[in-house]
């Protein structure tokens, strides 16, 4: 078993001030000694909000953090399967009359391909991939 952080995870960290080692630690000390990764959309996510930064100070730092996360922490890619398992969710979602953002419907999938849970702050989100099991945030 393992943990997929979520982007609002990160998002809510950096803006703390708090270091990828602190993150770790936080996780850990909540959770014990488990699994802890990302979803390389997360990677993206983050980079355009860095790039959306209208300091460059701020712009800079963010993507310190970024370049940090993807040393000390597992980047899983999007695999042929977890594309697969998206278009099948987000197909039968939009069949019913639900639109899932690709990204966090991308984010869960690969939490699910894993076994992981995922971690976030937008528990909403998740909640209409099947099987994906949701560590709300506090």
Partial sequence: MGLILD???LV????KGLSVREILEQFKSGHGETEIG??????AELTHGAFRAQVEA??????AFIDRL??????????VEIARIVGRIEGQQAALGFTLAFEDLAIG???LQLGY???????????QIPGLRIVKAK
């Fill in 7 to 9: 982007s609002s995870i």
């Fill in 70 to 79: 993807c040393r000390d922490i597992p980047i899983y890619s999007i695999t």
């Fill in 38 to 43: 990302l979803s390389v959309v997360t990677i």
């Fill in 109 to 111: 999938v690969t939490a």
């Fill in 12 to 15: 809510a960290a950096e803006r």
């Fill in 58 to 63: 701020r712009k800079l730092r963010r993507l």
């Fill in 117 to 127: 849970d995922i971690v976030t702050f937008n528990e909403k989100h998740f909640l």
